[in-house]
């Protein structure tokens, strides 16, 4: 099976025709990236100043482990204490989704998603949503919702299966149920501006599951303070 391209990609542009290892073909065609095809194709080689690769097909990922970092953040999380970041956290407003965006580094099967939590815990429930640069809809956990739980801790929801992801930016957005839990979000202060917005609200989670398989988001396309929630994607 081969793929074509509907969007640059790993240095070959819109349009190239690839033959890449299933999975790699699988997750492009997941993420919107490309579609397949029956032609037979013969890969271009890469746009000048791309790279070279090594012992893998053009485009593909290394199997056979993480090739990088197994958790990725929105912002940088380093030594300081989690509960310094926004205080205490400050509650979002029910059903909608605060989206922050995140960069992936390096090919990933990510497991799920994780947000850090504030102090107030324990009454409302949680969504996580994983979309692609474009807005489309990739993964999210588990649509019943997962009991907010764990104070000033990154509280990680498993995807119903893991996905892997291309290098590149995506977006993940954090839903609750009520506005009791006090999630933790960046603030200008903080010196990292991921680009940040809100999905209006709905009357559920699995309303929102309806309109987000039926249509694309709206991608934030500047930061606003206390709009992103503090992210990561684990594995």
């Known amino acids: 099976m081969s793929v074509t391209l509907l969007r640059a990609y790993s240095g070959y542009g819109s349009g190239a025709l690839l033959t890449l290892d299933a999975a790699t073909e699988a997750a492009l065609v997941a993420q919107g990236l490309a579609t397949y095809t029956s032609v037979p194709a013969i890969n271009p080689a890469p746009a000048p100043g791309v790279g070279t690769w090594v012992n893998q097909t ?3 990922p290394i199997t056979g482990g993480t090739y990088g970092p197994a958790v990725v953040y929105n912002i940088p999380i380093g030594s300081a204490a989690l509960t310094g970041y926004e205080t205490n956290g400050v509650a979002q407003t029910a059903f909608e989704i605060n989206l922050t965006e995140i960069f992936v580094p390096h090919w990933n099967t990510w497991t799920g998603a994780g947000m850090l939590n504030g102090t ?53 957005g954090a839903q609750l149920d009520g506005n009791t839990a006090t999630p933790r979000h960046v603030l200008a202060a903080f010196g990292a501006e991921p680009r940040s917005g809100v999905v209006a609200a709905t009357a559920s989670f699995a309303a929102s599951l309806t309109a987000l398989s039926a249509a694309a988001i709206t991608v934030p396309t500047s930061f606003t303070t206390a709009k992103a929630p503090i992210m990561q994607l684990y594995s």
């Open 58 to 60: 053009p485009g593909a």
């Open 120 to 172: 107030t815990v324990g009454t409302n429930k949680n969504v996580y949503w994983l979309f692609n640069t474009e807005g489309d809809m990739l993964a999210y956990t588990d649509i019943a919702g997962t009991t907010n739980a764990s104070a000033s801790v990154f509280q990680k929801i498993a995807f119903p299966s893991p996905i892997t992801l291309a290098p590149g930016r995506y977006f993940l």
